[in-house]
């Protein structure tokens, strides 16, 4: 037995080797390592063909994988018992759109097993949740693509899972509408459960997410939480009205208490540190100089420069991240 398959309490999922060959040509997953824990929002994202769907279906097991080592819920992967303890939302999921919001839902409960009183009941509390009372029981068909998704997170919740998958579940769905989602999401989080993300925007897994993955060509280039992805990138920018001279670069250096890389491009000086401190008598020398400090702010690179960084340099890896899934295996 694979040691990743050995169950871990804290961790919703435990994946290590995952590959997903279509035929001989097309190799869609190569040997993808990646962990969730239980509790926290887990953003899985990547470029188009990155291999994002196909894992989110191979853990559903609606597509069986090459080969694949590790555990959902503290259960080997696929495992039916288990599957009743997670909600789904597809990527491109189809409602029938002769029923009503209300009957997609109490439907999908049927579907899982929940007792009739007990899925009515939850059915009332999830569209009200999702923000659907309102047009409960008017038919699919008429929803906005919105509506739809909206409807889509509430069937995913009806059984009362411990772990959510929501693939691209504000894919097509407006600003106002991206926040309600955001909001279930952190709602849901609240209630002790794990919801994996996936999704395309970057802005939304930013706000929302405790960790994300990146996948690049089937392979996971970098893991962790934002503040472990940017440790080696963060940085005190301050900012001048005037352009400093290029030789003062070297004196405020040997001003910054704890020794950081510090450099100057026109009116900015940069300081390579986390610590408010190491830059106050960088502050007090920019003073002595004459400068006008207009504004001091701390910076670090934001989650869509994360994700350019590893598509357009795949091989780098992120300081303080947990970088996985760089076998070749079967290649």
């Known amino acids: 037995m694979h040691a990743a398959t050995a169950k871990t309490p804290d961790l919703a999922i435990d994946l290590t080797g995952v590959h997903k060959r279509y035929g001989k040509k097309v190799h869609a997953l190569?040997?993808?390592?990646?962990?969730?824990?239980?509790?926290?929002?887990?953003?899985?994202?990547?470029p188009n063909g990155a291999g994002k769907s196909t894992l989110v279906k191979i853990l559903m097991t609606v597509i069986r994988p090459t080969k694949c080592a590790g555990t959902v819920l503290g259960d080997r992967v696929g495992k039916k018992s288990t599957l009743a303890r997670v909600g789904y939302l597809p990527e491109h999921h189809a409602f029938a759109g002769y029923l009503t919001g209300r009957q997609v839902v109490d439907y999908f409960g049927a579907m899982q097993g929940v007792p009739r009183k007990a899925r009515r009941a939850r059915t009332e509390q999830l569209l009200e949740l999702v923000g659907m009372k309102e047009w409960a029981d008017q038919k699919v068909r008429k929803y906005s693509k919105g509506m739809r998704q909206r409807v889509g997170i509430a069937q995913s919740l009806i059984a009362d899972p411990e772990l959510v998958l929501l693939d691209e579940p504000t894919d097509g769905v407006d600003p106002v509408g991206r926040r309600d989602i955001r909001r279930i999401v952190e709602h849901v989080k609240g209630e002790g459960r794990t919801v994996l993300l996936n999704s395309h925007l970057l802005s939304e897994l930013e706000m929302v997410c405790d960790r994300v993955s990146i996948l690049v060509k089937g392979q996971v280039a970098t893991q962790g939480s934002l503040d472990e992805l940017t440790a080696g990138d963060r940085r005190f920018e301050i900012r001048c009205t005037a352009p400093l001279p290029a030789a003062a670069a070297t004196d405020l250096a040997e001003r910054v208490g704890d020794g950081s890389p510090t450099s100057i491009d026109g009116s900015v000086v940069r300081i390579n540190t986390t610590d408010p401190e190491a830059i106050q008598p960088v502050l007090c020398r920019l003073n002595e100089m004459g400068a006008v400090i207009e504004h001091v702010e701390a910076k670090k690179p934001s989650l869509e420069e994360l994700f350019l960084r590893a598509v357009e340099q795949p091989g780098s890896a992120t300081p303080g991240a947990d970088r996985g899934g760089s076998k070749e295996a079967d290649s």
């Open 30 to 46: 190569r040997g993808v390592d990646m962990q969730v824990r239980r509790g926290e929002v887990f953003g899985l994202l990547g």
